[in-house]
Structure formats: structure tokens, C-alpha cells
């Protein structure tokens, strides 16, 4: 039996029609992503699965105690909540009825109720609801959450990981993931595809990020138009089929549209013709204008145009010996870089190395501690992460981008504001829609017409690709490959710098950036390791001339034998668990991985899993014993 199923499901918005009678099924152990464009439906399709919204007409039809659990786009602020609490909010249902089973068990029942007591204690033993503290505590220690921290004081990437935490300890029937890679740093996406891709439930999720669906997708379901369309197989087979579909779309709708202008000159002939018309022909030519008033046309493409300015010098950034850091940790050391007219760079690290850090010390925005930059002549330079804090979230789109002016300036020719914004997916009406009511992917198309009105011979790209979908995603990388002019790029999206880089500075977990050529893929063939450098504590800002509160002294002590050779062992056992987890994810990272033998495949997985568990313990224990020796 499916877990859900769609029955001819309708829902509008106002005048804006979001399914049309939609049909929609999911069964167990499928892994299902949802695609379609920003603003199609795909939130709202999730709300109507789990009860939030209900559909205007037609039937959604759950699986009898189907539990599902979510994880939403947009992060919840739990402010003051303890993150062992907000984990443990995830079984807020069985934690009720374990609570129901215990109160109901003190009461004399009859026959009936020992019944539904006996259900009920069946239904929490299928659902493991007698060990809840240990499910908590499960989840806290796979995702290395910080339990007796407040939410107010953990940074964006960590609080993501504990809403993840939330949505899995539920160990849903049905796990519903919006946008789940949103704000995660790599190690942590990869760590989240080797979850999913374990679990034994179904999967249904929404992603722009396509390394992350062509791994995990066993089923595509797009919404286009309205309607749900099932693609079995993986993204890649989508493409190809997708394509397939639209090219016998146009045919027949061509065919159509013939047949029904031949049979409008037909009704138009003369009054002798009228006279002995064939009746029967002219209901259905009735038909066919009914049925072509209800074809939804495809929607157009987008369309981007990057303004160019006149060449830049040969030489457009040079680095030598960069060192820079806050307090006695350098985030960056013994860098040096020469990026030339041309080059396009991408910048790889987990949250919180100092991507943007580098990035503004390659920009002359802020003067490094050792080292010096020096800017080539002639730059006209494009910066996105500017342009997010200069959108004035009261003014409409149109007024955003063209800065209160009707017409900009696009390969020399004015254009109207309205028109220039078609091509980044905005329908006249929304154009002059306030910044404020946009969705995130929405947002950054802004951003993305505004900074392409500005004349660039160098283009700086923090997080472009955050919420976009894949369509306009693939129409950018089109454009940024055709772009004459420099590029440095920063993004956790796989396919897009492989799509887009020629070479990558990459933070790894040596302390230091090195250049690779090529892009992400291209990197990890090599089997380094990222940095991990960011704290589950929000960032502080320190403040000039601060200075640190002095550390009290630990307490030195002498070890024991047995701890003086694990000290000395340790280092040795560390070596070898990250030489042996490198070539895990080597084998991993291989094309075709996880085409493989499913159970092959989990061992793999689950090696890793214990590889990775086997270093931090190791790692720790080294620390702690140092620490007792130089305390």
C-alpha cells in the first residue's frame, strides 16, 4: 500500500493555480525528489502531505499511523531551548502517547480497554517509543551536537544540523526534506547523502543541489504546470527523457494547432457552405477551442546577460605569503596566489576556514596581518555577497534593480526594467512585487539581476547558487562559461564548480589553502581531507585591541605507564584512521558507487561511519592526555 496518494488534487493561491487536479504517489523505501521552478508549488505540495494546507479539491489519502517528520527551508528560531530539547521536540507525538499508555494503565479497564490499551503499547514498541532518551542521545552523538547548548548561541551551519537532528530521531515512515544541503558546509552534505541514502524509510526532498539528487533519486516527480509528473530512475535519465517529452510535446501541439486553424476557415466559408455544414464537425471544432483554452502554455526560459567592462590588465590579482587569523589560530598561512585575466577560480572549505576572509583580503577590503596583496589595473569588479545587504526589502523588484529608473543599460541599448527581468524568471505582475514577500531562490535571481546590469571585468560569486532552481542554475553556468572577464566563485555546490571552475583553492585539514586544477571532482580525486574549523558557537566578532581573557592553568599531572604508551600510540592510530577514511571516501567519490551492490555499498558506508567515530574518539583522548601533561 503507498504511504500517500494524490487523488486529483487541486490548490490555488488567489488567481495563481499551483496543482491542477494533480495526481501524486509514494511508496515505501523510495527515495523521491521533487523538482520544479521557484514559486511552482513544491513547499506547498509538502504542506499538503503533512496536513498544514488543504487542497481545494480532490482526496489525499495517508497510510493508517504513517509518521512523518519534516525538515522546513527556513530555519525555526528556538532561541533560549537547549539543543538536547529542541532534539527531543522531534518525539513530542510518542513521548504523548507513552505518556497516554501510562496513564491509561493505572485505570481499571474493561475487556475494550485492555484492547486499545494493548494496541497502543503495540504501536509505541513498533515506533521504539520506550527508549526515547537513547534515540536523543543517538541522533546528538551521530551529528556531534553540542546537547547542553542554547540555540541563541550556535552558529547557521548548526543550528541546520540540529533541525536535521529533530527530523531524523522521529525515524520517520516518511522524511520530507526542503532544501536540506541549505547552509550546510561540505562534510556535513556528504555525511547527509550517506544518511539518506541508508535510511530505510522513504525519502521525499526537495534540492537544487544535483550531485546530491542524481546520488540519492530513485524517482523524480515535477511539478510543471500544475500537474505531477513521474520520471522513474535517476536525474540524469530525467534529463534525458525530459527533453524527449517537451520535443513530442511541441509536435503534437503543432499538429494541433494546424488542424484547428484549417477547421476555423472551414466554419468562416461562405453562407452556401454554412448551409450544408457537417454538424458533428463543428462540435468538435467547439471541442478543440475548448480544449486549447485549457492548454498551459511552457513557460519561458531564462534569459541572462552578464555586462561586460573593458578588459582588465593581464595580471589581476597577486598574493604572496598571506597570513591572517583571530586571536593565536591563523585561519590563513604562508598563502600565496597569482590569478590572471581570464582564470576562474573557485574557493572550497567547510563553514567557517575563512573562505570570506580570503576573499576579502584578495579584494583589498581588508589588510591581512602578514603579506601583501596587489590589484591589477583597469578592474571593474562585481561582488554578490555586497549586493545582498543593499536590497531595500520596501521597494519592488523593479525598483531594486533598476535603481528607480524604467530602462538599463544592456549591451550598449536601453531596455525597459520589465522586460530585462522577464529573463531572470519575473512575470510582469511580480516584478512589482516588494523584495520583502520574496522567496529565497527569488531573492538571489534579484541579486543576480542587479549585479549583471553593472559593467564587470572581475566577478566575485559568494553562495550564488543558495535556493536557485536547477533551471536557472544551468542557464547561469552557461552564461559565467561564456564570460570573457576573471571569476571567483565560492559555492558548496558540486556540479556547479565542476561545471564552471578551471581551478580551485581548497582549505584542507593541513592548516593551509593549496591550488588545484580543475574543479571539485578534480580535487577529490586526490583524497585530501577538508579543514574543519567551524565552532557549533556563533562567531564572535573581536574587537580591535581586545585582548582574550587569560586561560586558567590546568592542573599538570604525571601519567601512568599505560597512559604514557597510549600517548605515544595515539598519533600513530590517528595517522592510520585518516589514511584509511581518505580512501574510504576515495572509493566513495567514484562514479558508479552507488549503482553498486546495495549491500556492499552500506558496508562501505558504514566503515566510514566507524572510521569517523574511531578518530574523534582517538583524536579526543590525545587531546585530553596532552592537555594533562602540559596543562
Not at 113 to 138: F, K, M, N, P, Y
Not at 247 to 274: C, P, Y
Not at 294 to 305: F, L, Y
Not at 351 to 368: D, H, Y
Amino acid at each position: 500500500m503507498s504511504l500517500i496518494r494524490f487523488d486529483a488534487v487541486s490548490l490555488e493561491f488567489g488567481d495563481l493555480p499551483l496543482l491542477r487536479e494533480a495526481d501524486l504517489s509514494i511508496e515505501s523505501g523510495e527515495r523521491v525528489c521533487l523538482i520544479g521552478r521557484n514559486g511552482a508549488g513544491k513547499s506547498s505540495t509538502f504542506k499538503l502531505i503533512t496536513g498544514r494546507l488543504q487542497p481545494d479539491s480532490g482526496e489525499i489519502q495517508p497510510r493508517a499511523n504513517l509518521v512523518i517528520s519534516e525538515l522546513e527551508q527556513a530555519l525555526s528560531d528556538a532561541g533560549e531551548a537547549l539543543v538536547r530539547d529542541v532534539v527531543k521536540s522531534g518525539l513530542a507525538r510518542i513521548e504523548a502517547l507513552c505518556r497516554e499508555y501510562e496513564r491509561r494503565s493505572q485505570e481499571h479497564l474493561d475487556a475494550r480497554g485492555l484492547a486499545e490499551l494493548e494496541e497502543l503499547h503495540r504501536h509505541i514498541d513498533s515506533h521504539d517509543g520506550w527508549a526515547i532518551d537513547q534515540r536523543v542521545d543517538t541522533v546528538i552523538s551521530d551529528l556531534n551536537l553540542p546537547p547542553d547548548k542554547r540555540m541563541s548561541e550556535l552558529s547557521g551551519g548548526w543550528k541546520r544540523r540540529v533541525a536535521l537532528a529533530r527530523a531524523l530521531v522521529p525515524r520517520p515512515d516518511l522524511l520530507l526534506l526542503d532544501e536540506p544541503t541549505n547552509h550546510l558546509d561540505l562534510d556535513t552534505i556528504q555525511w547527509l547523502e550517506n544518511r539518506i541514502y541508508a535510511w530505510e524509510g522513504s525519502v521525499l526532498f526537495i534540492t537544487h543541489d544535483r550531485t546530491f539528487l542524481q546520488k540519492l533519486a530513485t524517482r523524480i516527480i515535477e511539478l510543471d504546470r500544475g500537474k505531477l509528473t513521474s520520471w522513474p530512475g535517476d536525474y540524469q535519465n530525467y534529463l534525458r527523457r525530459k527533453e524527449k517529452a517537451l520535443e513530442d510535446e511541441a509536435t503534437a501541439n503543432a499538429r494541433f494547432d494546424r488542424k484547428l486553424a484549417d477547421e476555423e476557415v472551414w466554419i468562416r466559408q461562405g453562407i452556401k457552405a454554412r448551409r450544408t455544414r457537417n454538424e458533428g464537425r463543428a462540435r468538435a471544432l467547439k471541442s478543440m477551442r475548448e480544449e486549447r483554452a485549457r492548454r498551459v502554455s511552457q513557460p519561458g526560459k531564462a534569459r541572462i546577460h552578464i555586462e561586460e567592462a573593458e578588459k582588465s590588465g593581464r595580471k589581476v590579482i597577486q598574493a604572496r605569503n598571506i597570513r591572517h587569523g583571530f586571536g593565536e589560530q591563523p585561519l590563513i598561512r604562508d598563502f600565496s596566489v597569482k590569478i590572471m585575466r581570464g582564470d576562474r577560480v573557485g574557493l572550497i572549505g567547510n563553514n567557517g576556514v575563512g573562505k570570506s576572509t580570503l576573499l576579502r583580503i584578495l579584494l583589498g577590503e581588508l589588510e591581512p596581518q602578514q603579506g601583501s596583496v596587489k590589484l591589477g589595473t583597469n578592474l571593474e569588479i562585481g561582488y554578490f555577497d555586497q549586493l545582498r545587504q543593499d536590497l531595500d526589502p520596501e521597494k519592488t523588484i523593479a525598483e531594486n534593480v533598476g535603481d528607480g529608473r524604467d530602462y538599463v543599460k544592456i549591451n550598449g541599448r536601453d531596455r525597459h526594467i520589465i522586460g530585462y527581468l522577464k529573463g531572470f524568471l519575473f512575470t510582469p505582475k511580480r516584478a512589482l512585487t516588494p523584495v520583502k514577500a520574496l522567496s529565497g531562490g527569488e531573492r538571489n535571481r534579484v541579486i543576480l539581476a542587479r549585479l549583471f546590469t553593472r559593467p564587470a571585468n572581475l566577478l566575485v560569486l559568494d553562495e550564488p547558487t543558495n535556493d536557485l532552481d536547477m533551471e536557472t542554475l544551468e542557464v547561469l553556468e552557461e552564461r559565467l562559461v561564456e564570460y570573457s572577464g576573471t571569476l571567483i566563485v565560492v559555492s558548496h555546490d558540486r556540479t556547479f564548480l565542476d561545471n564552471v571552475v578551471t581551478s580551485t583553492l581548497v582549505f584542507e585539514d593541513d592548516g593551509r589553502v593549496h591550488e588545484y586544477v580543475g574543479g571539485y571532482q578534480d580535487w577529490l580525486r586526490h583524497g585530501h581531507r577538508l579543514a574543519e574549523h567551524e565552532s557549533p558557537v556563533a562567531a564572535k566578532v573581536p574587537v580591535a585591541g581586545a585582548q582574550a581573557p587569560a586561560a586558567k592553568p590546568a592542573k599538570r599531572r604525571k601519567l601512568g605507564y599505560r597512559e604514557q604508551v597510549e600517548l605515544e600510540t595515539l598519533p600513530e592510530r590517528i595517522e592510520q584512521l585518516e589514511l584509511e577514511i581518505g580512501e574510504l571516501e576515495a572509493r566513495i567519490a567514484e562514479p558508479g558507487f552507488y549503482d553498486g551492490d546495495h549491500v556492499r555499498v552500506k558496508q562501505v558506508l558504514d566503515d566510514l561511519a566507524t572510521r569517523n567515530e574511531a578518530l574523534q574518539a582517538a583524536t579526543e583522548r590525545w587531546l585530553e592526555l596532552e592537555e594533562a601533561t602540559s596543562g
